[in-house]
């Protein structure tokens, strides 16, 4: 079975800090796809991120940065200089290869950036 | 539409009363997922349709629940005898095909009264 652990439930930031959103997983298989989403106030689930386990390059995309680690099973989430815009409830997930269609997401992180 | 679009955005139903979900994907994606989300929760996987069938039903939790996609794009969730643990923001995605990344709808909120 799959497992994602956000140990942070809520997080809250002076606009321009950095803030960093933790994430540990837990799978058996060798071969998995991991994933960050933001679910801001309207509702709807945006894909920021997909790494795949053969993969353990770090990436950074603008504010945004990834670091995947297999040996401690953590895919942590950092926003550089943090923006108001940024404040949302952020989610890791996991989903095993094989045909298996099934993404286990974390209980999420809710990041609060105040003025 | 250009992105995922669900119907109705809300609905309040008394216990025990059926209800339908519409899921619409974005055109031309042959996956389509059904998740829940409970306050406070991340989403919870329901079904995952590849075209027309149903490849996963693993995550509907009891006989209650069921879903169709009978022309291979339109999705409908359905729900029998709805209780109030069946409250929930019950969210569908959608992908090119299976193993791309999935875009989300802005969810229904099912509330069971």
């Known amino acids: 079975a799959q497992k994602v652990t956000q140990a942070q439930t809520e997080i809250s930031v002076v606009e321009k800090e950095d803030v960093t959103l933790d994430c540990v997983y837990e799978?058996?298989?060798?071969?998995?796809?991991l994933f960050w989403y933001k679910q801001p106030p309207s509702g709807e689930l945006v894909f920021l991120i997909r790494r795949n386990s053969f993969d353990e390059q770090n990436e950074i995309s603008g504010r945004y940065s990834w670091n995947f680690q297999k040996s401690t099973s953590s895919f942590n989430f950092t926003i550089t200089a943090s923006q108001v815009v940024d404040s949302a409830v952020y989610f890791c997930?996991?989903?095993?290869?094989?045909?298996?269609?099934?993404?286990?997401f974390g209980t999420g992180t809710k990041l609060q950036v105040i003025p | 539409g250009a992105g995922v679009s669900q119907t109705p955005s809300n609905k309040v139903t008394e216990k025990g009363k059926y209800v339908e979900l519409r899921c619409d994907p974005i055109s031309g994606h042959t996956a389509l997922y059904w998740y829940r989300q409970s306050l406070g929760q991340g989403p919870e996987f329901l079904i995952y349709f590849q075209g027309t069938g149903a490849a996963d039903d693993s995550g509907l939790p009891n006989d209650r629940f069921f879903a169709v996609r009978p022309e291979g794009s339109v999705s409908t969730l359905k729900i029998q005898r709805t209780e109030r643990g069946d409250s929930a923001v019950y969210l569908c995605a959608s992908s090119p095909t299976a193993n791309t990344e999935a875009f989300f709808g802005q969810g229904t909120r099912l509330t069971v009264v």
């Open positions: 799978t058996r298989d060798t071969t998995y796809y």
């Open positions: 997930a996991l989903r095993v290869s094989g045909g298996y269609q099934k993404v286990t």
